[in-house]
Nanobody, 122 residues
Framework: VQLQASGGGSVQAGDSLRLSCAAS????????MAWIRQAPGKEREIVAR????????YYADSVRGRFTLSRDNAKNTMTLQMNSLKPEDTAVYYC????????????????WGQGTLVTVSS
């Protein structure tokens, strides 16, 4: 599967952004999908993860209650709605896909998009 992330930008603290991930291929619905971010000088972290059907969604503690993850298997897309953005949300955001596991760890994700930069200023 090939992934294309979009929607990043520069915003003020408290603003919202919506990230989109478009996937190619007919097997999108079989993948666990995730948004993974890397802030400057920090390791990558899984921000949110969604199983193949959308019935199970995980959020990192740092974004729970502010971010909402969804997917549309009919359109091969995944969306991350980010509200109440904070400067600490500044990072490059990657969409990623994995199959055959639960997607708990970064190493499980075999397919990555190119990343989209989110910058939140105070």
């Amino acid at each position: 599967v090939q992934l294309q992330a979009s929607g990043g930008g520069s915003v003020q603290a408290g603003d919202s952004l919506r990230l989109s991930c478009a996937a190619s291929g007919r097997t999108f619905s079989t993948y666990t999908m995730a948004w993974i971010r890397q802030a400057p000088g920090k390791e990558r972290e899984i921000v949110a993860r969604i199983n193949w059907s959308g019935s199970r969604i995980y959020y990192a503690d740092s974004v729970r209650g502010r971010f909402t993850l969804s997917r549309d298997n009919a359109k091969n897309t995944m969306t991350l709605q980010m509200n109440s953005l904070k400067p600490e949300d500044t990072a490059v955001y990657y969409c990623a896909a994995q199959s055959g596991g639960y997607g708990y760890t970064l190493s499980e994700y075999a397919y990555w998009g190119q990343g989209t930069l989110v910058t939140v200023s105070s």
